[in-house]
T-cell receptor
Framework: NAGVTQTPKFQVLKTGQSMTLQCAQD?????MSWYRQDPGMGLRLIHY???????DQGEVPNGYNVSRSTTEDFPLRLLSAAPSQTSVYFC????????????FGDGTRLSIL | AQKITQTQPGMFVQEKEAVTLDCTYD???????LFWYKQPSSGEMIFLIY??????QNATEGRYSLNFQKARKSANLVISASQLGDSAMYFC????????????FGTGTRLKVLA
């Protein structure tokens, strides 16, 4: 039972490089989201999606792009990495029902040099 | 604007004792949901308990209970009979409005259980 799978688990980038963080879920969840976790700041919502083809911005969307072409996948793109984007990134999904909890992936630890 | 506040950056509790982790929230919406998550040192986020704004009774899940005081806008997590494995970071989160998928998180409380 895979749940939410994030790849890679660790990544080091140089300033200005681009990359895509992958997120896939096998629970047929419509709702998916990306968070970043920084020390002392909890989790902050970057982007979210309520279904294939539908995305919206969260609290801290600048510097990140997303797309949702399938129910299963929700990749997060950094177009030009900056040191301020050094963080731990979590992908989450949720099933139908407002009382349902979010299921989180194991996170991607990203360092920008 | 919606907001979640956890005022205890760190707490200690003796093994087998109960501990309360504080969470206050601010929202003008009548319909909302409150969640608690545990993050051990290994980093994964583990769902613990949920309370809906219209739920009449406080939520309970095993050793976890939620002390929901709607008028005070507080949703404190109570862990009974603490175990060493309870040492972790704990986050309170709120779903902003019914029908949305936007959640906000508090800054967390780091709990250390002492043997």
């Amino acid at each position: 039972n895979a749940g939410v799978t994030q790849t890679p688990k660790f990544q080091v980038l140089k300033t200005g490089q681009s990359m895509t963080l992958q997120c896939a879920q096998d629970m047929n969840h419509e709702y998916m989201s990306w968070y970043r976790q920084d020390p002392g700041m909890g989790l902050r919502l970057i982007h979210y999606s309520v279904g294939a083809g539908i995305t919206d911005q969260g609290e801290v969307p600048n510097g990140y792009n997303v797309s949702r072409s399938t129910t299963e996948d929700f990749p997060l793109r950094l177009l030009s990495a900056a040191p301020s984007q050094t963080s731990v990134y979590f992908c989450a999904s949720r099933g139908e029902g407002n009382n349902q909890p979010q299921h989180f992936g194991d996170g991607t630890r990203l360092s920008i040099l | 604007a919606q907001k979640i506040t956890q005022t205890q950056p760190g707490m200690f509790v003796q093994e087998k004792e109960a501990v309360t982790l504080d969470c206050t929230y601010d929202t003008s919406d009548p319909s909302y949901g409150l969640f608690w998550y545990k993050q051990p040192s290994s980093g994964e986020m583990i769902f613990l308990i949920y309370q809906g704004s219209y739920d009449q009774q406080n939520a309970t899940e095993g050793r976890y209970s939620l002390n929901f005081q709607k008028a005070r806008k507080s949703a404190n997590l109570v862990i009974s009979a603490s175990q060493l494995g309870d040492s972790a970071m704990y986050f309170c989160a709120m779903r902003e409005r019914s029908g949305t998928y936007k959640y906000i998180f508090g800054t967390g409380t780091r709990l250390k259980v002492l043997a």
